[in-house]
């Protein structure tokens, strides 16, 4: 084996490896493990782990569309130098690991298709078990002994079901992340001879979806799919429209909606569940259960924003302070469930514009990039990942108004991710000699 052959097997594996980890993390700590090897801490070794290894393959860190990324962090760091809470501790290290990542691998030969593939079936796998939970209660039920009892004891006081996960909010990220990598992968097909296999596997996504009963996301998933649709227009498409194509889109979706009516009408669960999420967008469930929780949350938050407003009272801060906001004599602690608002509260005016000035300048470099594509390249294989890494990236902004990703690391990472996938670096040959020591990963696309 040569040593670029060995470079190539290497980075293929890293970088799967990046791509497998919000799926392990969400995973680690719910199973019967050694107390000394279960928890976050524990992933969290393997992905400071991870970074090292980056740093061995690609010493040379170049700074490019991050660096208003690393203001970010000099920000928070600079801000909590003198108390850092134990949240900050966490957290900090992670983001660091993300930026790290992301920066080497901006001018690293990257297989995007390969972190494709490992979203989907990372993704796959959750959905089919948020839907054997919802039928059978077989992860409620403690999984054939070997969740932590604690994790069955959560399980079993929720009304919907995150399956193989501990919570739906873990669950939906992964979901979606599978259905974004999914439709990409699809569509890079050149022969469209298995769309019914394609549309079973799509539907499996939408009843896990639903049945996870979480609101935010599909509105989150509506948003990433206008932005992109609105990002690829082009004036010659809007001038003339294919009836046929059309006709053929209409006749693709239809069969679909249909075999969710039945299932929806004649399967009590599914009927529930779709109940269940229906009154999260209106009536009294909607009112009470969400939006006035949230408006306690934000007034506290600019309550103490307003403190101080230059740089905050520091990282993790909210949730020390939270105690009895909902009940004085409660001791339960919460994020302030819109991650804008809890950075201006937490790191004030500084931070908060540095965070939008990060996430900000990335998004605006991969919009501008998908931009060339679509006139020069539509039909591009480039133009898709790029579009499902830009996807993922709206999907994770689009969630900070109404949750914590940020504090999330399956979240933030995915993010991450979604930002590997817009970069220009050289796509990896996928020849045979090569493959051949990788394909046992993950089948060729």
């Known amino acids: 084996m040569t040593d670029e052959r060995l470079k190539i097997r290497l980075n293929d594996i890293l970088l799967w490896s990046f791509a497998f980890w919000p799926f392990l993390w969400s995973c680690w700590g719910l199973f019967r493990l050694p107390s000394y090897i279960h928890g976050i801490s524990v992933t969290s070794m393997m992905l400071y782990a991870l970074a090292l290894f980056f740093l061995r393959v690609q010493p040379r860190i170049p700074i490019g569309i991050f660096g208003p990324w690393i203001l970010f962090l000099v920000v928070i760091a600079a801000e909590n130098a003198r108390g850092m809470t134990v949240q900050f501790k966490r957290d900090f290290p992670v983001m660091i690991c993300g930026v790290l990542i992301g920066m080497i691998l901006a001018t690293q030969e990257l297989n995007r298709k390969m972190v494709l593939r490992c979203l989907f079936w990372c993704g796959l796998i959750i959905a089919l078990s948020v839907i054997a939970d919802t039928v059978t209660g077989v992860f409620r039920g403690g999984f054939f002994g070997l969740f932590r009892a604690e994790v069955t004891a959560a399980k079993s006081r929720m009304t919907g079901t995150g399956g193989l996960v501990l919570y739906t909010g873990t669950a939906g990220n992964l979901i979606f992340n599978g259905l974004t990598a999914f439709a990409a992968i699809i569509l890079m097909k050149k022969e469209k001879k298995n769309w019914i296999l394609w549309w079973g596997v799509i539907g499996i996504f939408a009843l896990s979806a639903v049945l996870i009963q979480k609101r935010g996301f599909l509105l989150d998933f509506a948003a990433g799919v206008l932005f992109l649709f609105i990002l690829g227009l082009r004036k010659e498409k809007l001038a003339k429209i294919s009836l046929n194509r059309l006709l053929w889109t209409v006749l693709l979706i239809l069969p679909g909606i249909a075999g969710f009516y039945v299932l929806y009408r004649f399967v009590p669960l599914v009927n529930t569940s779709v109940n269940a999420l229906a009154g999260r967008f209106s009536g009294e469930d909607a009112t009470l259960s969400t939006l006035n929780g949230r408006k306690q949350l934000y007034e506290l938050a600019f309550r103490l924003f307003r403190g101080n407003k230059l740089t905050g009272i520091g990282w993790g801060g909210f949730r020390l302070r939270s105690t009895g906001v909902f009940d004085r004599m409660s001791d339960n602690t919460y994020a302030a469930h819109n991650v804008y608002i ?51 990236q709206v999907f994770f902004l689009a969630y900070c108004m109404s949750g914590n990703p940020l504090y999330d690391y399956n979240f933030l990472i995915s993010y991450f991710i979604g930002v590997i996938l817009t970069m220009p670096g050289r796509e990896a040959k996928e020849n045979t000699a090569v493959e051949s020591r990788h394909s046992y990963i993950l089948k060729r696309t």
């Open 342 to 392: 809890q950075l201006l509260c937490e790191t004030g005016v500084i931070g908060l514009t540095a965070f939008l000035a990060a996430v900000g300048n990335v998004l605006l470099w991969a919009c501008l990039r998908y931009r060339r594509l679509v006139l020069n390249e539509p039909d591009g294989e480039e133009r898709i990942i790029v579009g499902a890494g830009i996807f993922l």
